[in-house]
């Protein structure tokens, strides 16, 4: 089953991936971003539900000079002190937020349809595969529409989020690990999608259903 999620990452396709029950206990709809289309973030919208990021490998970030948004608060707070009150150290399932800033590219309107998110998303891998890092200023503005997670170092060694997982996934495929991740979400429910649910949707649309479990233990063997 791994083996068959890594090749359907290679090819562009979406997966599904349940963290642990421990954890978030959420199944993200997960796609490499250099794939990324207007069907494909309609589709993230209106069947996972949850919020669209994209997810950036931390060498990359590093290249980049991409803060966490703990980082921005915590250098901003003697002038903004409401920023230290707003602290996320109260997380009840892990110890740091990979949220990182909000962009849009340049080119785009709103920055909110399906088409400019789309363009913002596959334009931030193909900056990050080209290795013009230092361009990123000039492509996209802040604040955007399209959420910036940044992945931890040694990924799945120390913080087994989706960011991390996806992340990981990408490297595993050998394509440019840059990442798109949504929450599945119940509207009956008004929660996150069951995991049986989320097999059934995986079954029905013919997607690849990975437990997060098994791509930490493949890739941890490697790494």
């Known amino acids: 089953m791994l083996k068959n999620g890594i090749n359907r990452i290679e090819k562009g396709e979406f997966i599904l991936v349940y963290d642990d029950d421990e954890r978030e206990s959420e199944t993200d709809m997960i796609i490499g971003a250099e794939f990324v289309t207007g069907s494909q973030v309609a589709t993230m919208r209106q069947d996972a539900g949850g919020l669209i990021c994209t997810c950036i490998h931390p060498n990359y970030c590093d290249k980049i000079g991409l803060p966490y948004m703990n980082d921005i608060m915590?250098?901003?707070?003697?002038?903004?002190?409401?920023l230290g009150k707003l602290t996320p150290n109260d997380i009840p399932y892990d110890?740091?937020?990979?949220?990182?800033?909000?962009?849009?590219?340049?080119?785009?309107?709103?920055?909110?349809?399906?088409?400019?998110?789309?363009?913002t998303i596959s334009s931030v891998a193909k900056l990050c595969k080209e290795e013009k890092f230092d361009q990123f200023g000039n492509e996209f503005r802040s604040p955007g529409h399209i959420s910036l997670l940044r992945g931890a170092y040694g990924l799945l060694k120390k913080r087994q989020g989706h960011t991390e997982l996806s992340l990981a996934l990408a490297e595993m495929a050998g394509i440019t690990p840059v990442t798109v991740v949504c929450e599945m979400m119940d509207g009956k429910t008004k929660e996150s999608l069951s995991i049986e649910n989320a097999e059934n949707y995986a079954k029905t649309n013919e997607l690849a259903f990975l437990d997060g479990s098994k791509i930490i233990d493949e890739y941890l063997k490697k790494n």
Do not use: Q, Y
């Open 95 to 119: 110890e740091r937020s990979s949220f990182s800033i909000w962009v849009n590219n340049r080119k785009t309107f709103t920055g909110i349809t399906d088409n400019d998110r789309a363009l």
């Open 74 to 82: 915590e250098v901003a707070k003697d002038k903004f002190p409401i």
